[in-house]
């Protein structure tokens, strides 16, 4: 049976990070006696995963051969005239290693289109690329209708009480990636923040959000139409207000 984690790795993740047994208990919500089992080698694969996550968001990545060590993070900066292409890059190549959701924190679905490298709303290719390496789901903050219909992306609202400011960004794998719009269609920044710790907090924030969130109605005058190449997307119906019904993606 393949184990998350070994005895003598809890027993070095535990040390390296100074932890007692108790506060190991604590943070993983395990019983005392179950991590003195899971370090006397009685493995049970749902404590081991749990103990695995709580190390890992604190830092730490396993390794063949029982190995332990501090996860290496970083910080990488995209400001250049190809920053949103350099940005799906890696958000793809993320997603496709480390599977997961996608979540999207947006001003609107033009920030969103935009920083995935799509300036014509017609033809969303990166939309569709994405969608097929992993779910998306996309808050939208703006408090009107979208202006452009996202088919292959699950799109909430943002309730209007709730005061966010301005900010989009994405969390993706182990990464949090935080998104400046400028002027120009191809012009925005971003700052990747590779770091469990970093990702999990605002996965959570996100996903808490997501619960109160609406369905987002789209315009009457939407731009988006849906493309031939869209026929293998499976589209259903969700009534947005008993009155009226718009095509939503799953």
């Avoid at 932890?19 to 208990?25: F, G, K, N, R």
């Avoid at 003195?36 to 390794?63: D, P």
């Avoid at 400011?165 to 269609?185: I, M, N, R, T």
């Avoid at 191809?186 to 970093?198: A, H, M, P, Q």
Wanted: net charge neutral.
């Amino acid at each position: 049976m393949y184990l998350p984690i070994t005895a003598s790795q809890i027993r070095a993740a535990r040390t390296y990070l100074d932890w007692s047994q108790d506060y190991l208990a604590e943070v993983t919500g395990l019983g005392k006696t179950t991590v003195r089992n899971l370090e006397a080698g009685q493995i049970s694969r749902h404590s081991a995963v749990k103990v695995r996550k709580a190390f890992e968001a604190h830092g730490l990545e396993f390794t063949d051969g029982d190995g332990v060590k501090r996860r290496a993070e970083g910080v990488k900066v995209l400001k250049s005239q190809n920053s949103c292409d350099e940005f799906f890059e890696d958000l793809i190549d993320t997603v496709r290693e480390k599977g997961g959701e996608v979540l999207v924190m947006a001003r609107s679905s033009t920030t969103l289109m935009r920083s995935c490298g799509i300036l014509a709303p017609n033809d969303p290719q990166q939309l569709q690329i994405l969608n097929a390496a992993a779910d998306v789901k996309c808050l939208l903050l703006n408090a009107g209708p979208p202006d452009i219909a996202l088919p292959p992306v699950q799109v909430r609202m943002v309730p209007s009480h709730i005061v966010l400011g301005a900010k989009s960004y994405y969390v993706y794998g182990d990464k949090l990636a935080l998104v400046s719009a400028k002027e120009h269609a191809r012009d925005f920044n971003f700052v990747i923040i590779d770091s469990l710790g970093f990702a999990e907090c605002w996965r959570e924030d996100f996903l808490a959000l997501w619960d109160i969130a609406s369905a987002a109605p789209f315009r009457d005058d939407a731009s988006f139409q849906i493309p031939a190449s869209f026929k293998s997307v499976n589209v259903k119906y969700l009534d947005i207000d008993h009155s009226r019904r718009r095509v939503f993606a799953k």
